[in-house]
């Protein structure tokens, strides 16, 4: 039974029982006929008034109430782009907001559940590439050393020294996504201590030293007279700064210049590493953090690596409580910058 029909039929029910108990009063009246006729003629149209009222009004009831069931046929074949119109009583109105909000928070909910999933299977295919192609290169030179295809020394070796370099670079993609499930479920120790970033930045520089001379490149460092301690895990940040200079010197030219920076920003230091390189797409730079994300759509390996080096540094920083992100045009080069809180106690 229908919601109108239920409310109008209630409502003739007790109109009907209060018609039948006005005329048994006016029978017992002392009235004459003209009297009772009249009596009972206005009684039965004040009825039928309230009959016919009860019947308009709730006309927008069923209104409100089908367009909420029709919403919510949408909502249930996955049509999330619909809204109930605020109208009728404030009840419905107040009804139709609540659905109109879930309707809201499902279409989140589900946007987000397709992109999760696509970058599964993103993550995926690119994780597949990447562990298939070492491991391809590998079987090749062992078959071919296995069939004694290989005679002269020198190319023997050649092939040994590839399979030693693939089955590190194997290695190595391991390691790092061995490092940022670590990372993501916080399962490694994490005890911050005050440091210098000075300190750390010199120390990094001097790692790759042999890599900045191959290319001729030029390193400037700009930091203040006073710059205060940080609260960090050296070894991690690190490595942070470690994969930003890193793609820094991929990326720039033979010659060129790379500068890193060290500043105050209220209760944060901010350390930034520049390049002269080729810059990055607007596009890209919303993405460039993503696990096993390469601008480098072939993932060529002599264009860089698997694609977790930023992801692993973005989580060490946010893990620190800081922030990782860069600014890039295409052809100007790129500035990665992330920062530290400042330890307190100075």
Not at 150 to 159: G, L, S
Not at 223 to 243: F, G
Request: hydrophobic content about 40%.
């Amino acid at each position: 039974m229908k919601l109108r029909t239920y409310l109008v039929l209630s409502s003739l029910l007790g109109i009907g029982v209060l018609l039948i108990c006005l005329f048994v009063s006016y029978s017992k009246m002392l009235l004459t006929i003209d009297q009772l006729y009249w009596l009972s003629g206005i009684t039965a149209g004040v009825g039928l008034l309230s009959f016919v009222l009860q019947y308009v009004l709730t006309k927008p009831l069923e209104k409100s109430i089908a367009r909420i069931t029709e919403r919510t046929v949408k909502v249930a074949e996955g049509d999330f782009h619909t809204e109930v119109p605020l109208i009728g009583p404030q009840e419905f109105k107040l009804l139709a907001q609540q659905f109109n909000e879930m309707s809201s928070r499902l279409k989140d909910s589900f946007d987000d559940l397709h992109q999760s999933e696509s970058a599964r299977r993103e993550l995926i295919a690119n994780v597949s590439h990447d562990l298939r192609t070492p491991l391809a290169s590998i079987q090749a030179f062992v078959e071919a050393l296995e069939d004694d295809v290989i005679k002269d020394e020198a190319t023997f070796r050649r092939y040994l020294n590839t399979i030693r370099l693939e089955t590190k670079r194997l290695g190595g993609l391991i390691q790092d996504l061995f490092d940022l499930s670590s990372l993501e479920a916080q399962g490694e120790p994490f005890d911050p201590e005050p440091s210098h970033v000075d300190e750390l930045l010199v120390s990094t520089l001097e790692s790759f030293s042999f890599h900045l001379a191959e290319k001729e490149l030029n390193v400037e460092i700009e930091l203040p007279d006073q710059l205060p301690a940080a609260m960090m895990v050296p070894a991690q940040m690190k490595r942070v700064i470690s994969n930003l200079l890193q793609n820094a010197i991929q990326y720039s030219s033979t010659g060129g210049t790379i500068m890193l920076t060290a500043t105050e920003q209220g209760a944060f230091l901010q350390i930034a590493v520049l390049d002269q390189g080729e810059g990055i797409e607007a596009e890209e730079t919303t993405r460039i953090f993503e696990r096993f994300y390469r601008i480098d759509k072939s993932r060529s390996k002599s264009s860089g690596g698997a694609g977790l080096g930023l992801a692993i540094a973005q989580s060490i920083v946010e893990r620190h409580g800081g922030e990782i992100g860069v600014q890039s045009k295409k052809g100007e080069g790129s500035c990665f910058w992330f920062t530290l809180p400042v330890c307190v106690n100075r």
